[in-house]
Structures are given as C-alpha cells and as structure tokens.
C-alpha cells in the first residue's frame, strides 16, 4: 500500500504552514462551510469562470469545482521551486534560441536531430529569426507534482500558451472576500501583480522597430473558445485591447487595430491562438482566421508575437525527457527540479520494460493532453491495460510511460467532512527582459477520493495557492 | 551567362476588392552560380513592407495594396549573371537545417505507386547516385503535357496520371527522395528556353536533394538534368505551395482572375 505525503503533517504533528488552518478547520461549523462553499460557487457563477482549464474541451459552461481549503507553501519551500521554475523557463528558452539558430545541442548529440527537426511544432518560418531580446516563450507553464516534503517532480512544461492563470488571481480574489480573517492571521504574499508583472514582461519585448511606449493586444481565437474568459479577464487587468484575428491587418511594414478611432499600429501581440491559426500566407492557406502577412511583419521586427510562432518544439511529452540535459547544456547548472523518469515507447528497450510493467505504469500520448487516452496501470482493469498494450504496440513512438507517482494530498473539503485529495500545480513564470514569477499558482485537486488524476475534464477542482512570507 | 528576367503578373477581381496582402519570394539571393546585377519589383499602388531573409536564405518583402482596387500588377525585372556550377548550391547563405526537409506535406504523401518508384534508388553506390536515379526515374515516369494537372495536384496523383508539368515533376521527386530518407525541397525559378532547347517554362520549378558532402544539389526531371547557366534561383520550401513566389489573400467577395508572362533572355554581351 502507497503512503502518500500529506502537505499538512509530519510525523504525525501539523507543518509549520498549516499551523493556523488546523484551528480555522477544526472550529468550522458545517452549516458555516455549507453557506461559504454555496457563496464561493455563486461568486464564480457571476464572475462567470466556467471555463475548462488547459484547453482539456468539455461542457464549456460547467464550473469547475473551487476547494476552500487552501494549499500552503512556505517561504523557504517557495524559494527552492522558485530557483528551479526560472532555471527551467531560462532553459528552456536557449534551447528555443539554439534550434531555431546554429542547434548546437544536436551537432554535440545531447538530443536526437528526429525529435527536433521533424517535430511538427518545429516552424520552419522562424530559423534564423531571433526575437526581441532573445526570448521564445514568455509565459512557460510547468507542472509539479510532489511526493515528498522535499520531493517535486515536473510532469511538463508549456512554452505555448498556458492557461489557468486567471483560477489563480480569481480563487486568491474569492478566498479574500469570503475569508479576510485568515488573510489578517496568516502572512500570505499577494498574486494579485500577475498582471501588472505579465504588461512589464510583454512591454519588455517590443520589437526593434517600436519607439516609444508599446502598444499591447490580447489576440483570441474568439468566444466560443472555452478559455476566451481567461483572454478578456487578462485584457482587462492589463488594460489593452482583446482582439481577434479580424481586428487587424497589415499595412506596409506594420500591423494595425481597427479601432473607433481609427487604425492603431500594436507592437506587441499576446497570442492566444495555435501557431496554425497565426498567419494564413506562412501556415495555413487554407484558414481565414489569422492575420493575412502577420509573419512577415513579426520576422523584420514590426511586431513582436508572444509565444513565437514554433515555442512548441520545447514542450512535448519527447523532448521533455530532455529539459535536465538542457539545463546542463545550456547553463552548466545541475537541474535544481527533477524530470519524472520517462520511458519511450518508440526506442526497443524501454518498449519491452513498459510492457512488462503496464500494470505499474503511467501511459500517455507524446501529444495528448487533458488526462485523455492516457493509461493509469495501477487504476485500471486487466482488460483496459491489455487493450491499451494493442494501442501502443500498434504506435510505439506515440507514447510515453512513467511510474505511478505518489501524488502529495492536501486537506479537502468533502462530504464527509475533511480529507485527503491528490493535488498539482502549475505556476506562471514571465519571461521578457528579466525573469519573473509571482509566488503561487494553480493548484489543481483529484476530488475523486484515491484518484491520481487532477484535470477538470476527469472531476478534478481548484484550491487557492498560498506562499508564507518568510 | 548574363539573364534578364520581365515577369508580370497582373490580378483582375470582377468587383472591387477592400486590400491585399502579399508575400513575396521574388529576388533571388547572390551565391557561386549567381548574381544579382540589378532587380527591381513594382507592384501597382503598393506600399512595400519589411523585408529580411528567411533561414532558408530566400529573400523575402511584403506588399500590402489599400482598396478598393480590380486590379493589381506585381512586374519584376532584373539582370542575373549566372555560372554552371552543375547543379551544387554553393556559396548559399542559410541555416535551415536539412533534416527539416524531411517534412511531408499533404501534396509529397506517399503512396504504393510512389514506394515502388522509389526503388529506383536502390543498389545505389553513394547519395549522389541515387539522387541521380530517382531524378531519372521521374523524368521516365511523367511525360511532360501542360494543362492534365493543376496547382493542387499531389505528388501521388501525378504519377498515376503519368503526365504533368515541372511542378509535377518535382513534387513526385521530393516525395520519393525523402521516403529515402534523402532531405529533398522545392525551388522556384526562371528557366532561359534557347532557341533549338526543349527547355519547358520560363517560370519554373525544380528540386533540390541534399547529397552529403556536396550539399544541396538541383535536379530539373522536366529537362533531364541539373540546372544550370540558364537557371535563376529565387527560392525553396517544401513544397509548391510553400516555395511560391508570390503568396496573396485579398479582402473581399472579389473573384480573381490571374495573368502572368515571364520572359528571359539572354542579354547581348
């Protein structure tokens, strides 16, 4: 039998970051954390956050489920993961400068030229293009796991355009209203300048040709996109224009909003469309969507688009087994956070040990996301795992395999009373001019009691995240 | 060997279009086996936007036309001194790497017909012979006849029509090297027809395989051979589509219609 570690005791006392919540927890009337649990849903409701976070698809009206009971991390605790998020953001990125440039990491053999080159995310429309200060993606998303007091593991990075950040500031922003007390007793550092952070970071990229203040947009696919409230949530805080692809056009060497009063050059285009969806001269003939020239306006500095076109080749579940190997290539530093060993079913010898060990397996799709058609060994029947050893046999290169690990638990609000959920998180690191992270993030819980699967696609909930001062 | 290039293309819409946005790969970049003497694009009522040079090391400019507009003439003429250099692209600035060239796309997927040609290659002594073979291959398998094909024809369907035309010839080329595991692109170009020459179409396409050692060598299969003196680059990409010269999308309902002469001559020395 697994023990899982439980983020609020040890050695059967209570962590120091706990310490307060045992009395808030234990001296809650249940009619009171009824009327709090039914006041937080309807201020989601109103607010109107229901969308599915991470793109995973679903019922795009349905709330995703908010756990009252927050998740605590020291100062100390945050300063480690803090180090070891930047490491991995500034690595990931030189990989990004590397193999859109001279891609020394693969002339010296620390990654295969197959997982690069011929990766599908890999744009060929960027190579030799070097965006304002260097810098592929400015908003890397990882995910963590922890097993241990000490132990935290990335799943994966996100070097496109992660989403959720919006669950952040919003379960911070409700938690506040509903709670103040807790927010007097207890020494928690603020989110709320995400977005504040996030307008430095993009101002920081303009391109070459900007003079002067930077114009920013928001660009969404539009509203029927189940994270458009995300998009609108962040205009707002920023302060700059949501647009959409038919908000813009290119004249000469710039790109321009169509406004009221009339065109507005932008400088700087917070994307938040697939790289097909960018530009239909350069990718995509065939779509309307996009912005007809966008590319080449980006690629003679007119316009800076945030992700690059092509950040995608960092982020998938292949080359993820490579991010400590780039972290030692690229800054001579030992990773400070640890991959979770990862099998690849495409190479002969890890195919046979995963399909030795399916039962005791994790199995995901190399470009799968969203707890689809992944494989939970230990949580499935004999049939489930025989069929999905057909899948990957018929597939090998399409999957990756990883031990179960045993999801950390944090104190949850159930019907029963308070137990046990598995959790995650994924924090925002900002990447621009300088390196920047807020301290916290999303944390993501299994609602589901023994369930290791924390998306919202498979019943999982939000918890607010919360960083003691030191 | 000293070129001259008058290439005009001219865009007709049956009612007025709001703008257009273009995309050009129309000045070809100086290497060994060219130079560019003088070139210059005119692109009616357009206001010229930025340019660079892609990693493919194609020269690369934007156009944007201001509506309401029926008709837009993009002319291109220029001077280009040219040397044999038997195909070997040398001397050419870029950093794409060729393993990208790898890449299907939907008009190089492959198909029984293509597999069995690409045997062609097979007992091959070195990479430059069976680039050799598979050119040869191609040219024996389509017979060239304009008008059987069209611009959206894939490299599958023109070997089972077993006719087509330069683009033709080349997407099947690409196709079969690479199910070889033989980097292979499409390149754009003007072809110089002298007068006894069976060359085909002045506006023409070819392609291009990496031979290790050599690099990137050209293989014409609608001619039967490398190019040559008479070959000006302009630039490469995966396919036809993805190398065209001129990429456009106008607003509006407007239907276009399209007009083009290319003429190349060899200038008195």
Redesign the interface.
């Given at each position: 039998m697994t023990v899982y570690f439980n983020e609020m005791y040890q050695d059967g006392l209570v962590r120091p970051p706990y310490l307060r919540l045992e009395d808030w927890m234990k001296t809650m009337p249940s009619e009171f954390r009824q009327m709090k649990q039914a006041e937080a849903e309807a201020l989601f409701r109103r607010i109107g956050i229901t969308f599915a976070v991470y793109g995973e698809g679903g019922d795009p009206d349905r709330l995703i489920p908010f756990d009252m009971f927050p998740r605590v991390f020291t100062g100390q605790e945050w300063a480690r993961l803090e180090r070891g998020i930047k490491q991995r953001a500034r690595a990931l990125n030189a990989f990004l400068a590397d193999v859109?440039?001279?891609?020394e990491i693969?002339k010296a053999g620390r990654i295969p030229?197959?997982l690069v080159?011929?990766n599908e995310a890999?744009e060929?429309?960027?190579?030799?293009?070097v965006p304002p200060k260097g810098v592929y993606s400015h908003i890397v998303g990882i995910d963590l796991v922890r097993t241990g007091p000490d132990e935290f593991f990335v799943l994966e990075d996100n070097c496109r355009t992660p989403s959720g950040v919006s669950y952040m500031l919003e379960n911070r922003e409700i938690m506040m209203r509903m709670f103040p007390d807790l927010f007097r007793e207890n020494r928690i550092q603020p989110v709320d300048s995400y977005s504040d952070r996030l307008r430095r970071t993009l101002a920081s990229v303009a391109p070459m040709k900007c003079k002067g203040d930077p114009c920013i947009v928001i660009l969404t696919p539009g509203h029927f996109n189940s994270a458009y409230y995300e998009h609108s949530f962040l205009a707002d805080l920023m302060g700059v224009e949501l647009v959409e692809g038919q908000d813009l056009?290119?004249?000469?060497?710039f790109v321009y909003m169509r406004t009221t009063e009339g065109p507005r050059r932008v400088d700087v285009i917070y994307r938040r469309i697939d790289d097909a969806f960018i530009d239909?001269?350069?990718f995509r003939?065939d779509s309307m969507l996009g912005v007809?020239?966008l590319?080449?306006?980006y690629?003679?500095?007119?316009v800076s688009i945030c992700s690059a076109p092509g950040a995608g080749v960092a982020d998938d579940k292949a080359v993820y087994t490579f991010v400590p190997e780039m972290v030692r290539f690229y800054l001579g530093e030992e990773p400070i956070l640890q991959n979770v060993p990862t099998w690849q079913c495409g190479k002969a010898d890890d195919l046979k040990y995963v399909l030795e060990k399916l039962p005791e397996l994790v199995v995901k799709e190399v470009h799968g996301s969203g707890g689809y058609g992944m494989l939970v060994g230990p949580k499935s029947t004999a049939e489930q795992i025989e069929s999905f050893r057909v899948k990957i046999l018929k597939d090998p290169g399409n999957y990756i395999a990883q031990p179960t690990l045993a999801l950390s638990t944090t104190p949850t609000f159930v019907a029963e009373g308070i137990a046990p959920r598995h959790v995650d998180l994924r924090p925002y690191c900002l990447v621009g001019e300088q390196i920047d992270l807020v301290p916290g993030g999303l944390t993501r819980v299994a609602l589901k009691e023994g369930s290791l699967v924390v998306n919202s696609s498979q019943g999982g909930g939000v918890k607010d995240t919360w960083v003691l001062a030191e | 060997m000293r070129l001259t290039v008058d290439h005009v293309t001219r865009y007709t819409y049956d009612q007025p279009v709001r703008g257009v946005v273009q995309s050009h790969r129309l000045t070809p970049s100086s290497f060994e086996g060219q130079t560019v003497l003088d070139w210059r694009i005119d692109v009616s009522d357009g206001l010229a936007g930025g340019q660079f040079r892609c990693g493919a090391g194609d020269r690369i400019q934007s156009w944007s036309v201001q509506g309401p507009v029926t008709e837009i003439t993009v002319r291109v003429r220029g001077t280009v001194e040219t040397t044999d250099t038997a195909g070997v692209l040398k001397g050419h600035r870029e950093t794409v790497k060729p393993a990208l060239y790898l890449r299907d796309t939907p008009a190089t997927q492959m198909d029984g017909a293509l597999e069995t040609l690409s045997a062609a290659a097979e007992g091959s002594a070195n990479p430059l012979e069976a680039a050799h073979r598979l050119a040869a291959a191609v040219a024996d398998a389509i017979a060239y006849r304009p008008g059987t094909t069209a611009a959206h024809t894939t490299a599958a369907e023109a070997l089972a029509l077993g006719e087509g035309v330069c683009q033709d010839h080349a997407h099947v080329l690409i196709a079969i090297a690479r199910h070889r595991e033989i980097p292979a692109r499409y390149v754009a170009g003007y072809l110089f027809a002298d007068a006894e020459g069976r060359a085909h179409e002045a506006a023409h396409a070819w392609a291009e395989l990496w031979v290790p050692g050599l690099g990137w060598v050209g293989f014409d299969p609608a001619n039967r051979c490398c190019p040559d003196a008479r070959y000006i680059r302009l630039g490469s990409g995966f396919d036809a589509q993805d190398a065209a010269p001129i990429k456009g999308i106008a607003r509006g309902p407007g239907q276009e219609k399209l007009d083009v002469t290319v003429a190349v001559l060899a200038a008195q020395q």
């Open positions: 859109y440039g001279r891609g693969v030229a197959r080159y011929q890999y060929k429309a960027v190579v030799g293009f056009f290119v004249e000469g060497e239909p001269l350069c003939p007809p020239g590319m080449d306006v690629r003679s500095g007119g | -």
